[in-house]
């Protein structure tokens, strides 16, 4: 049941002495006063006809009046029609505005602008554009128009039911939390634009699942690194070595560099997934194999002079590091290939670092350091020049005790 009037709040004297008129929307257990931009002298009003009286323009004022009550129930019954959730906020919005659609910018188009943000890396506008199109999925299952979701629709019970949806195609727990972060964030940084101040995310809480592992011990590095791979493979070898020698670079920044990231013997770039900035002391070992690889024109490495996209590239590498190992030659000539490791990708490089670094009781805040991670009171970190000289001495020692057994036992 709705019902909207107008009352005359006195006790909200001006220094003229005139008070403003209000209108008074009720709808369900909605109970709200909106201004009417209008204020008379406290004898110029009827409380029991809701009218101006004894006023010179009394005639235009009612007329206004009546016309503004009038509105504010047809919006009412408009945003019944659409389906829309009508909360506090949203009624507000649409009275104050005369517009049944500027309730709130709609949490799809919110989303949209977030996804499409061009601050944001090519990557990380990927994947929100994935969480996105899982929406649209979502919402055509559920035979409802995503245009009409609103902030107050994501709520935890809709999240819950997002996410049994997202089980039918995707079982994987900590797959589908990619999703659910995405969606998390577009509501934080709806709250922070003042859009909404509806936020129902303090009671999702994301459980992950611990995943499998992803590094290769001392002894494994060894005996793949000293593997006799086949002619056309062994570009592929040398590049998973490369990687870890800049300990465990992303495949889309090492296809992306370029010459001049090659500053007094150092390798300085930014982070497509972080935009934090890195700066790697070249060893011996990785310039040889940046020097086998050269790219023409500007790029540092070959890469893209002969694959498409770093994408392209990320996949076929990928694929011929995980069929890597003895190869058996049968009769007629056929080869039947015996995996060092099935499952092996480019981050395990970097999983296998930190791993052996940490065996060798490198110290937790010069690993983290050395791959880009925030270690102990973020707000502190924020003030702390790390010195960059304990991540170089920490590489070295790795690829001294990894390639040449050399062991220094010293924090």
Known sequence: MSKVTI??????LRKDGTAPLKMVVRHGDINMQIAADMCIMPGQWNPITSEVVAHPRRRQMNEYLKARVINAEMIIQQLRLNGRRITAEVLRKCIETGDADAGSTGFM???????????????????????RKKLVKYAADTKVNPEYWTFE????????????????????RNARNIHIRNIRHVC???????????????AVHLKYDETPKRSLTVEQLRAFFAL???????????????????????????????????REGRLEYRRSKTSR???????????????RYAGDGDWLLDILDRYKN??????????????????????????????????????????????????LDIPNETIAAALGHTYG??????????????????NRRMLDWVLYGKKENRP
């Open 310 to 359: 770093f994408k392209d590239y990320t996949h076929r590498l990928n694929e011929n590091l995980q069929v890597m190992g003895n190869v058996e030659i049968g009769k007629h000539g056929k080869k039947t290939r015996n995996a060092m490791f099935p499952e092996l990708t480019t981050y395990w490089a970097r999983h296998s670092w930190a791993t052996i670094a940490a065996s």
């Open 7 to 12: 009352i005359h709040d006195c006790k909200r």
């Open 228 to 262: 006799e791979v086949e002619p056309y493979q062994v570009k592929y070898h040398d590049m998973f070595k490369l990687i870890f020698y800049l300990i465990g670079i992303n495949t889309i920044d090492l296809c992306h560099l370029k010459k001049e990231n090659i």
């Open 277 to 291: 900035l890195y700066s790697i002391k070249l060893e011996p070992e990785a310039i040889d194999i940046i020097n």
């Open 153 to 172: 629709d994501i709520t935890r019970t809709w999240v819950s039911k997002f996410d049994k949806w997202l089980m039918a195609t995707s079982p994987s």
């Open 109 to 131: 188009e919110f989303y949209r602008q977030i996804a499409s943000d061009e601050t944001k890396s090519p990557r990380t506008r990927e994947i929100y554009e994935a969480t």
């Open 377 to 394: 009171n973020k707000i502190t970190s924020i003030y702390i020049n790390f010195d960059q000289s304990k991540v170089d001495v920490a």
């Open 188 to 202: 934080n940084e709806a709250v922070a634009e003042h859009l909404t101040s509806f936020y129902d995310f303090k």
